[in-house]
């Protein structure tokens, strides 16, 4: 029905003898077509993965100058402590128990307004 259309018949052979290509060599170009569109698709994979990797470079580098910075302040904020605490440290030597009970007061209502500020925050689910 389909191969023998106006008389004629497929035939491999007879592609050959008339200067068209062979089935093989038919095969062939499609197999190097398949080839070639695949590797087409793997050098643009390549090149994506390529800039996701100097993207991903850069900000690991974003990253740790920020975390460089942070580590020098946490340093300084290291420093300001020490200090203030040899600073509280020196007043209470010289202040007696009068300004140990401001402290302690002082200390006792920041406790008290952190522990009502996060009851109040939490009933009001914010």
């Known amino acids: ?12 052979g007879s592609l050959e003898a008339g200067g068209g290509m062979s089935a093989t060599e038919m095969n062939a ?14 050098s643009e994979s390549v090149a994506r993965l390529k800039g996701l990797t ?10 740790n100058s920020l975390l460089d910075n942070m580590g020098d302040s946490f340093g300084n904020v290291g420093d300001m402590l020490a200090g203030s605490l040899k ?3 020196t007043m209470l030597e010289k202040g007696g128990a009068k300004h140990m009970c401001y402290m302690i007061g002082f200390v006792v209502f920041v406790m008290c307004f952190l522990y009502w500020l996060m009851t109040y925050k939490g009933q009001n689910g914010v």
């Open 87 to 89: 600073r509280i440290g």
């Open 1 to 12: 029905m389909y191969g023998n259309r106006g008389g004629r018949s497929y035939n491999p």
């Open 29 to 42: 170009n499609i197999m190097e077509q398949q080839n070639n569109d695949r590797i087409n698709e793997l």
């Open 54 to 63: 100097i993207d991903i470079g850069n900000e690991v580098k974003e990253q």
